[in-house]
């Protein structure tokens, strides 16, 4: 399961037909391949004349700017409400996530620094929500708004975005001693459910909270230009959810997020096996890259993530507008 197959079909009318995709189930009676374009495929297997193995689908590019990642990784998460400001999104989701609720450079805006920075605070201000800017560290941006007194901090305050060739992560997570250490047991033998919509439980283990308008737009709203899946494993005593996770295709980009299993359930390979059902999902889709962020300081995590390949692309910040009348004057009339 999980390898990019061909199946070569006999048709009603003696010719053949091709079947590419991943491979997600077989039995005596039929093979279930998951095609580029996200639909499966199920193949009679009386009628297959031969199937073999192939190459995952190389990757597109071996590097991407920081903008192109984190434009397709805030196009995977989907804000309620963006407004383009020249190559800045203004997006907000009423609070629900940080990455919902804050302006992205990735470009610039065709004002003045001072206009561009009164434009973030007025979108902010006017629906209740704290002016927050992300940010590369390091970058042009990120030394403006530090100078002008924008503090970096909240949840997620400093984020690394990996990076890595999906058909990597996926091989590596097929040996156990890389995704749990040497000495202990893979990929938990679960069955990782895929579905379009929310199931119950679903945000409430994410979260802690029922989901609303905001949190279903957010996370099973339409992806621009793209298209995600939800991911979940049942308790099979009946007692809820163990372990959810999301992935969205945009830009030839897999994004995954949402990676969250119950507290009594970890370390068992269930996060492992969550993710790895999302990658054969993006595998399907011909996606050649993933990406995911992941906090700075959860040690654990980096381990793991680093031993499945991935690499640090760059390092994102969320900046927030000073509260106190002086510094919001420099904030807004500091040129640039």
């Known amino acids: 399961m999980g390898q990019r197959v061909v199946v070569r079909a006999r048709t009603g009318d003696g010719r053949f037909s091709d079947t590419l995709g991943v491979l997600e189930a077989l039995d005596a009676r039929r093979a279930l391949v998951r ?17 073999r193995t192939v190459p995952p689908a190389p990757p597109r590019r071996l590097h991407a700017s920081t903008e192109e990642v984190d434009r397709a990784g805030a196009a995977a998460w989907p804000a309620t409400e963006q407004l383009e400001l020249g190559g ?32 973030v605070l007025a979108f902010y201000r006017h629906r209740d929500l704290a002016p927050t800017v ?18 970096a901090g909240g949840p997620g305050g400093h984020v690394l975005v990996r990076v890595a060739a999906l058909a990597e992560v996926r091989a590596r997570l097929a040996a156990p001693d890389q995704v749990r250490g040497p000495g202990r047991s893979g990929l938990a033998q679960v ?46 005593a009946g007692a ?11 830009g030839g980009w897999l994004a995954v997020a949402a990676l969250t299993v119950a507290p009594q359930v970890r370390n068992r390979g269930l996060g492992s096996a969550v993710l790895n059902a999302l990658l054969g999902w993006g595998g399907g889709l011909g996606i050649g890259w993933v990406q995911l962020q992941v906090e700075a300081d959860n040690e654990g995590a980096n381990r793991l993530y680093s031993r499945l390949g991935f690499s640090t692309h760059h390092s994102i910040a969320w900046r927030r507008a000073p509260t106190t009348r002086a510094g919001l004057a420099e904030a807004q009339t500091s040129p640039r």
Not at 89 to 111: H, K
């Open 35 to 51: 095609r580029r374009d996200g639909s499966l495929a199920s193949v009679d297997l009386g009628v297959v004349v031969a199937a």
């Open 88 to 119: 800045w999104l203004l997006r907000a989701s009423a609070g629900f996530t940080q990455r919902a609720n804050c302006a992205i450079p990735l470009g610039e805006s065709g004002l003045s620094w001072p206009d561009t920075v009164a434009a």
């Open 134 to 151: 992300q940010v590369v560290l390091g970058s042009p941006e990120d030394t403006q708004l530090r100078d002008e007194g924008w503090v």
């Open 191 to 236: 069955e990782v459910q895929l579905s379009e919509e929310l199931v119950p439980g679903w945000l409430e283990l994410y979260r802690g909270r029922s989901p609303g308008p905001v949190e279903r737009g957010v996370l099973a709203g339409p992806v621009p230009g793209g298209q995600r899946v939800l991911a979940h494993v049942r308790d099979p």
């Open 240 to 250: 809820g959810l163990l372990a959810v996770g999301r992935a969205a295709a945009v």
